[in-house]
């Protein structure tokens, strides 16, 4: 439905090997997993998702810009490991128009202290992580209300 507003959910590096790489921290669920509960709830709140999943950077920046292009309503980014790291997202954020979620499966301040910083969420509107899956859901809803 060409009314329906979308939100962007962009996800960061190994993250396509959710389920596998340490459930302990990330959980079972797979991204697609994620996916499909994320566009079932979207459905219920009046929203459409478009899901992409890259382990480049630049393509994060890319799809941010294309976000800002082509109207969504907010865009939630899980950057993964360039959370800490990326310079070129915290800018590629800064400079759009479109509001940004940050959101993680686990709590990064409880995990090692280099995961502390995110210069992802110096830009962002706002953050929500720790609660596994959940986190997108939160996240998507809060899309819903700005």
Known sequence: MADTPIVYVL?????????????????????????????????????????????????????????????????????GAFTHTSIALHDAIKAIAVPVIEVHLSNPHKREEFRHQSFVGRAAKGTIAGFGPLSYVLALDAAAKL
């Open 11 to 79: 996800n960061g590096p190994n993250l396509n090997l959710l389920g596998m790489r340490e459930p302990e921290i990330y959980g079972h669920e797979t991204l697609d997993d994620i996916a499909d509960r994320l566009e079932d709830h979207a459905r219920e709140i009046g929203l459409s998702v478009d899901m992409r999943q890259s382990n480049h950077e630049g393509h994060l920046v890319d799809w941010l810009h294309e976000a800002n292009a082509g109207g969504a309503k907010a865009v939630i980014l899980n950057a």
